[in-house]
C-alpha cells in the first residue's frame, strides 16, 4: 500500500503546539515533529512516552561502580598489594575510603557515556548516519509537523492536507512512498 | 488565599511543647547533681539553638538565592520559604541567650578558649596553641562577629519581607530589581558569614583542631535540613487544601533539592574525612578520634542515614513527587542532621558523659513545637500565594 507523507512547516513553536493540539483532539496522529530546539510540553501533546534513557543511565553507573571495585581490588590488593602511606592493604574493605574517589568517577564516567552513546544510536545520530530530518530550515528556525495516511486511515490523504492547511503553517510538503 | 491555623494543629504544637517541657523538667530533675550538669544543659541549648536557628537560616539563603538567579518557579511556594525564614530572630535570640550564658560562665567547657586560665602563661592550664588562637578567639571579638552575623542577617530578613509584602500592594518590577541586588548582596555577606559563623560557634569547640572545610559541611547540612523543612511544610500546606496553584512539579522540584543538597552534605562529610584519614597527621585524626571513640555507632549511622536515605529512596522521579515517601525520608534526614549537630557539640564539650536522655528529647520537642507554632504562625500573616510576584505567571505554569 503506498503512503503519503505530510510535512507542514511553522515558523513559530507556539503555532506549531497549538497547530498540534487541534489535530490530536480529531484523532490524528502526528508521528514525529522536528525543531531546532526542545519544544517544551510537545511530548505530552503529540503522545509520546517518558524516556527511559534514566533506567539505562542507573544501569551504567552499577555497571561502572562493579568494574571499578573489582578492578582496584585486582590492581591494589590481590595482584600486588600496594603500599601506600603505610595504609592496611591486605583487604579491600580495610582500605576501602581511598577507594570512593574512583569508583565514584568510574560510576560517573560510564553513565555519562553509556548514555550519551545509547541517546546517539537510539535516535540513530551516531556520526556518519545520513540526517533524518526532511528539510535543513528545521535546525535553523524552521518547525514541522510529519503526518502519515498510513497510521491515519480513518481520514483520505485531502482530508488530512485540509486539516493541515487550518493550523496556520506556512508551507506543506508532500511525499509518496511506496 | 488566607491561611488560618486549624485547631488539630494547635493542639498537637501544644501538647509537643508541653511533652517537651515535661521531659526536659524530668531530665533537669534527674541530671541535677552531676558533675557535667551545667555543660550538658548549655550544650542542648547550643545544639537547639543552632539547629533551628540555622533551618530560618538556610531558608533565608533559599530565598536570597532565588532573588539573586531570578528563579521563576518558586514563586507560589514564596511564601512558605519566608514564613520558615521567619523564624530567624526566634532562633537568634534562643541562641543569643545560650552563647550569652557560655559566655559569663567562661566557656562551661563547651568553649575552652573562653577559660581565662588557658591562656594566662602563669597558670597551670596554659595552653599554647590556644593562647596562639586568642587574637581571634576571644569573648570580645567573637560577639562582635556574632553579633555582626545576627544583625546582617535581621536586616536582610526584614528588608526582604517588607518588599515582599509591599509587593502584594503596588507590583510592578522595581522591587523585584531591588531585591534582586539584594539577594545579591546576601550571598556576598553569607558567603563569608556561614563559614567564620560555624568556626565561631561549632568548630571552636575542638579548639585544638580546624578544618577549613567545616564551615561548607555545616552549611550545606544546614541547607539539607531547610529543604526537608520547605517540602514537609509546602505537603502540610497541600493537605489541607491550601497552595492549590502549587503542583506536583514543585513538590519535584523542592524533592530534587533535598536529593542534591544531600549529596553536598555527604560529599563534603566525606571529603573532610577521606583527606583526615588519609594523611593520618596526629593533630588532625584527634577529631575523628573522639567520635569514634565515644559515638562510633551513632556517628556512623548518621553519615549512613543522611546519605544512604535521599540517595536510595529519592533517586526515582515518582519517588519525588509521592507525599508519603518525601515526609518518610524528609523526618528520617532531619533527625540525622539533628544528630550531626549534636555530635558536633558534644564530642567535644562532653565527649564520654554525652548520651541521650530525657533533657536532650526533652529540649528537642520543647524547641520543635515553638518553632512549628511560629512558622504556621508566620503563614497566616500574608497571601499563601504572592498577589504580584513576577514570575507568579510562570511558576502557575511550571511544568517538568
Given at each position: 500500500m503506498s503512503d503519503k507523507v505530510m510535512y507542514a512547516m511553522y515558523d513559530d513553536d507556539e503555532v506549531l503546539k497549538d497547530g498540534a493540539k487541534k489535530l490530536v483532539s480529531k484523532g490524528v496522529k502526528i508521528s514525529e515533529v522536528f525543531s531546532p530546539f526542545p519544544i517544551h510540553g510537545i511530548d505530552p501533546i503529540i503522545g509520546i512516552k517518558n524516556t527511559r534513557l534514566g533506567i539505562m543511565a542507573f544501569m551504567y553507573g552499577i555497571t561502572g561502580t562493579m568494574l571499578a571495585t573489582l578492578g582496584m581490588r585486582y590492581f591494589m590488593v590481590v595482584d600486588w598489594p600496594m603500599n601506600i602511606g603505610g595504609k592496611p592493604n591486605f583487604t579491600y574493605l580495610d582500605n576501602m575510603l581511598a577507594f570512593i574517589p574512583i569508583t565514584f568517577e568510574f560510576t560517573v564516567l560510564c553513565a555519562a557515556h553509556g548514555m550519551a552513546i545509547t541517546y546517539l544510536l537510539r535516535n540513530k545520530t551516531l556520526p556518519g548516519i545520513p540526517a533524518?530530518?526532511?528539510?535543513?530550515r528545521t535546525t535553523d528556525d524552521k518547525f514541522v509537523i510529519e503526518v502519515r495516511s498510513s497510521e491515519n486511515s480513518q481520514y483520505t490523504a485531502d482530508e488530512l492536507e485540509a486539516m493541515l492547511k487550518?493550523?496556520?503553517?506556512i508551507e506543506l510538503d508532500q511525499k509518496e512512498i511506496k | 488565599m488566607e491561611f488560618s491555623i486549624s485547631n488539630n494543629a494547635k493542639r498537637l504544637t501544644l501538647i509537643l511543647i508541653v511533652t517537651g517541657a515535661l521531659l526536659t523538667l524530668i531530665g533537669l530533675f534527674t541530671t541535677m547533681g552531676d558533675h557535667h550538669f551545667k555543660t550538658r544543659l548549655l550544650a542542648n541549648g547550643l545544639i537547639n539553638g543552632f539547629f533551628f536557628f540555622a533551618l530560618g537560616l538556610g531558608a533565608l539563603f533559599f530565598l536570597a538565592l532565588q532573588y539573586a538567579t531570578e528563579t521563576g518557579w518558586y514563586a507560589s511556594v514564596k511564601r512558605v520559604v519566608e514564613a520558615v525564614a521567619g523564624f530567624l530572630p526566634f532562633g537568634m535570640a534562643i541562641l543569643g541567650l545560650v552563647l550569652l550564658t557560655i559566655t559569663f560562665m567562661d566557656g562551661a567547657h563547651i568553649y575552652s578558649w573562653m577559660d581565662p586560665a588557658m591562656t594566662d602563661p602563669k597558670s597551670h592550664h596554659y595552653d599554647e596553641i590556644i593562647a596562639g588562637k586568642s587574637t581571634y578567639l576571644n569573648k570580645m571579638f567573637f560577639w562582635v562577629r556574632t553579633l555582626a552575623y545576627f544583625g546582617v542577617y535581621f536586616i536582610f530578613l526584614r528588608g526582604f519581607r517588607m518588599r515582599s509584602l509591599e509587593e502584594d500592594r503596588i507590583g510592578g518590577t522595581e522591587l523585584h530589581f531591588k531585591n534582586y541586588r539584594k539577594g545579591a548582596t546576601f550571598l556576598v555577606f553569607f558567603a563569608v558569614f556561614s563559614s567564620t559563623s560555624a568556626w565561631d560557634w561549632l568548630m571552636s569547640i575542638d579548639v585544638h583542631w580546624f578544618s577549613t572545610l567545616f564551615g561548607w559541611y555545616t552549611f550545606a547540612g544546614m541547607w539539607c535540613s531547610t529543604m526537608v523543612v520547605l517540602v514537609l511544610t509546602t505537603l502540610y500546606l497541600k493537605n489541607l487544601g491550601y497552595l492549590p496553584k502549587v503542583n506536583e512539579s514543585h513538590i519535584h522540584d523542592l524533592g530534587k533539592w533535598t536529593f542534591a543538597t544531600s549529596f553536598l552534605w555527604s560529599y563534603l562529610w566525606f571529603s573532610q574525612f577521606m583527606l583526615i584519614w588519609y594523611a593520618n597527621i596526629g593533630e588532625e585524626v584527634t577529631y575523628y578520634m573522639m567520635r569514634i571513640e565515644n559515638f562510633k555507632g551513632l556517628y556512623f549511622t548518621m553519615f549512613f542515614i543522611n546519605f544512604a536515605f535521599p540517595m536510595l529512596i529519592l533517586m526515582s522521579r515518582d519517588a519525588k513527587r509521592n507525599a508519603g515517601i518525601l515526609t518518610f525520608v524528609g523526618l528520617v534526614i532531619l533527625a540525622g542532621h539533628w544528630l550531626d549537630v549534636y555530635i558536633m557539640v558534644s564530642a567535644g564539650s562532653l565527649g564520654a558523659n554525652a548520651s541521650i536522655g530525657p533533657l536532650e528529647i526533652g529540649m528537642v520537642l520543647l524547641v520543635a513545637g515553638f518553632f512549628i507554632r511560629v512558622i504556621l504562625n508566620n503563614l497566616t500573616?500574608?497571601?499563601?500565594?504572592?498577589?504580584?510576584?513576577?514570575?507568579l505567571d510562570e511558576s502557575v505554569h511550571h511544568e517538568i
Open positions: 533524518q530530518n526532511p528539510d535543513p487550518d493550523t496556520g503553517l | 500573616k500574608a497571601p499563601l500565594t504572592p498577589v504580584n510576584h513576577p514570575f
